[in-house]
């Protein structure tokens, strides 16, 4: 029912703001014994309870292989919210929370751990009016996904409504992520899938599209005819952080490249959507990837860092991590020229880099604009005039900043990039949601709009495979970079060649 | 803090404040604005206003001006204070500040605010107006008043309720109003619209509040069903009770908000609150 019915159906409504508070339901969380439940999901859950924002009835299982009893779950979750939440904690808040907080050890692969699932959801139904909707957050490890899929469609409730949130990485290449689409697609609608990825509820991601859409000076020169070239930066000054068993596999195009950097692309080059459903800006993103040039071995570096330095402290290098094979060939940078085949963007480059043990964390999204076509001033270098440059800023520092030329005040006509910063925090200091609030909470709502598609991810893998399927064929000498320097010489060469250089940071 | 004695004076003080704060081995301070506030702030409120203040600089940046009318003041002259209060930003070393303005305005100067506020508006940004006590009167505070995009007053302030409200309704053509009376029955509003439709047959309400609070409650109600709903009010300082029919009223939610939260959710609203109005407008003459 449209809001305009229910206003005149009833009219105490009109004139009150609508809380997007979801229906009843249970959140069932497997892997809920690991480290995203206790640094991410437990927090996010947290933070939705002491803004009133979880239905009323409400319930959470917690199911994992760890042997602990519910009361050393809520214990622990306990001391998550309190270590890594953004919000002082409250006793009280918690006390609800935990209160409708079950906590199953099981291996889900066994029969009666399926059962003992199933059956404390029909208690929780029962007990707090959950009413048999059910959202199931898979944080678990790929391989374990089949099954559990497997099972809880098999397990399907009769009544109320099912959702699925997947973690990343869906799959491992494109056929895997084929695979895997079709068993969940066996036993969910694509529209009780929610493929997440956390970057999409970023609020500096979606202020993208607000920063796009809603203001009138920056669409009309959004495009190749202004635009000289776009930059997308996901930096990290962490190393593998003990994570060698999935790194070995997944290495820094998998890990970031296929789902976090294909997104900052196509938001930054998706044709604005007829209205914010979630179709229509689906549509959008997946037309960007469709026309996404495969790029050429040249177009495409990769490397591995090796010992160096960190804010000063001596850092490891990759193979010499725990975990690591010392003769290991995993790519922990990647860079690449991308172009996007379209109206809009042809001939203009997307360059991407994404890297562990890079100076600095950072991400962010630079928009390069053209120079200004004919500079009237008399200056000892034309290099003084900089191009424009729209930055935003992912994280951490949330916000967008442009640069522009200025005078320097005093005799004579010296003129500097001086930066115009619009800060997140320092315009609308109420805190930011992180973005697993943002997910879990339009999950609940069934809104999937910042959720991948299928076909999305189908996408994003078929663009990953062509990138790196020239990479079986050569054995470069890793390592080339140093920890703490921004990625080896060819990364900087791929840039150079155009005449270009990677933004300072 | 400073004394300051003129417009003038006041922009070289804030200019010389904003060089202070930048950190000596850093870049400049972030000043990033998103309004203008004004609060009118006769004696008996200076207390309550400068409370509210606090955290509210934080979730707003903002100028914001206070203006301490002193008619009685022997004295023809405008007395100003100017203040940066500066914030870290989360995970940043810069600081983000925003401007105080405390202005005494002494004798005549008080007859005439706008003309004093006018030259500090931050240029282009939508221009809040808080009025503590029954909204003004006179031509220099309509002045004052035709300066804001939304005038937030608090009716629970007001001696003579009736009065006021239709003094009030008068203005809705002329500036978007916010009352804190009213966001503050919100909660109470959502729960009775929670009970449609056993709450369409409803003739009697009956609250444990403030005057206010519990007059727009039931012109709320009367408004919105089209019929006129009896209100019986047990005064308190604060909503505790509301009823309908003799049916107790459970609100959603019970966390009471502080006078910064209210006034910082008003900060956040544009455009005119057409609901509020009808309930309002319903107390005038010619509707009762």
Redo the contacts between chains.
């Keep these: 029912m449209t809001q305009v019915a229910e206003n005149a159906?009833?009219?105490?409504?009109?004139?009150?703001r609508r809380r997007r508070t979801p229906e009843p339901c249970a959140l069932t969380i497997f892997g809920a014994s690991g480290d995203l439940t206790q640094r991410k999901l437990f927090p996010a859950l947290y933070a939705l309870a002491l803004r009133?924002l979880l239905p009323?009835s409400f319930a959470i299982l917690g199911v994992a292989r760890s042997e602990m009893s519910t009361d050393d779950f809520r214990a622990s979750m306990e001391q998550a919210v309190k270590e890594h939440g953004r919000d002082e904690f409250r006793q009280d808040v918690w006390d609800q929370l935990a209160e409708s907080t079950r906590y199953v050890s099981t291996d889900f692969a066994d029969d009666p751990g399926e059962d003992s699932v199933i059956a404390c959801l029909n208690e929780l139904d029962e007990t707090y009016g959950t009413a048999g909707n059910r959202v199931y957050y898979l944080a678990v490890p790929p391989a374990a996904i089949k099954t559990i899929v497997t099972e809880l469609g098999e397990r399907r409730h009769a009544t109320g409504w099912t959702r699925l949130i997947v973690e990343k990485p869906f799959g491992h290449d494109l056929e895997s992520a084929k695979q895997l689409n079709a068993c969940i697609l066996e036993h969910f609608e694509e529209s009780e899938i929610f493929r997440i990825d956390h970057y999409l509820g970023k609020e500096t991601v979606q202020n993208m599209l607000v920063l796009r859409f809603a203001n009138g000076i920056f669409e009309p020169i959004w495009n190749r005819q202004f635009v000289d070239h776009v930059q997308i930066t996901v930096a990290e000054s962490l190393g593998i952080e003990g994570r060698a068993a999935f790194y070995e596999k997944a290495g820094a195009v998998r890990d970031i490249v296929q789902n976090h950097m294909l997104q900052l692309l196509c938001i930054s080059a998706m044709e604005p959507p007829i209205d914010f459903t979630a179709e229509s800006v689906r549509n959008e993103k997946v037309k960007v990837l469709k026309a996404l040039h495969t790029p050429g071995p040249k177009h495409v570096v990769r490397g591995q860092y090796g010992p160096g330095y960190i804010e000063g402290e001596e850092v490891p290098g990759y193979r010499e991590e725990e975990g690591v094979a010392p003769d290991s060939m995993t790519e922990t940078f990647v860079a690449a020229k991308l172009y996007v085949d379209n109206w809009r963007w042809a001939d203009t480059p997307f360059y991407i880099r994404t890297g562990k043990r890079l100076p600095r964390r950072e991400t962010t999204i630079a928009i390069q604009f053209k120079r200004a076509p004919h500079p009237p001033f008399q200056l000892d270098s034309a290099d003084e005039l900089r191009p424009n440059v729209l930055n935003v800023h992912i994280q951490?520092?949330e916000g967008v900043s442009l640069g522009i030329s200025a005078k320097v005040p005093g005799q004579g006509m010296t003129i500097r990039t001086v930066n115009m910063?619009?800060?997140y925090?320092?315009?609308?200091?109420?805190?930011l949601p992180e973005a697993y609030e943002r997910l879990i909470l339009d999950c609940m709502l069934g809104d999937p709009t910042l959720f991948t598609r299928a076909d999305e991810v189908e996408e994003q893998w078929a663009l990953v495979d062509a990138m790196i399927a020239p990479w079986k064929r050569d054995r470069p000498g890793f390592p080339n970079y140093a920890a703490g320097t921004w990625g080896p010489p060819a990364s900087d060469e791929l840039l150079h060649r155009d005449g270009r250089s990677w933004r300072r940071h | 803090m400073s004394e300051l004695s003129s417009i003038r004076e006041i922009e070289e003080a804030l200019t010389t404040l904003r060089h202070e704060s930048d950190p000596p081995d850093g870049g400049p301070t972030q000043r990033t604005s998103s309004m203008t506030h004004i609060a009118w702030v006769p004696a008996r409120w200076v207390e309550a206003a400068t409370g509210t203040l606090v955290g509210l600089a934080e979730r707003h940046p903002s100028r914001s001006i206070l203006l301490f009318p002193k008619p009685d003041d022997e004295r023809d002259a405008l007395e100003a204070d100017v203040d940066l209060r500066c914030y870290v930003h989360r995970g940043e070393h810069r600081e983000v500040c925003s401007e105080v303005i405390e202005i005494h305005l002494c004798g005549a100067r008080s007859s005439s605010p706008a003309s004093v506020v006018e030259p500090l508006l931050l240029a282009d940004l939508p221009v809040f107006l808080r009025w503590r006590g029954p909204v003004g009167r006179s031509e220099g505070e309509r002045k004052l008043i035709g300066v804001a995009d939304r005038l937030v007053v608090d009716s629970s302030e007001w001696p003579d309720l009736e009065d006021e409200y239709v003094y009030l309704a008068g203005l809705f053509d002329e500036v978007a109003v916010s009352d804190i009376a009213w966001a503050r029955t919100l909660p109470w509003r959502e729960a009775l619209a929670a009970l449609w439709p056993d709450v369409k047959e409803v003739s009697a309400l009956r609250v444990a509040g403030p005057e206010a609070d519990g007059t727009l409650l039931a012109r709320w109600l009367s408004t919105r069903l089209g019929r006129n709903v009896s209100l019986t009010l047990d005064p308190a300082g604060e909503i505790e009770l509301v009823e309908a029919d003799g049916v107790p009223v459970t609100p959603t939610r019970r966390d009471r908000e502080s006078a910064s939260d209210l006034l910082s959710e008003q900060l956040d609203l544009f455009g005119r609150d057409t609901v509020y109005e009808a309930a309002v407008r319903s107390l005038t003459p010619a509707s009762v």
């Design positions: 159906e009833n009219p105490l409504l009109e004139g009150l009133r009323e951490p520092d910063d619009f800060l925090g320092g315009a609308f200091r109420t805190g």
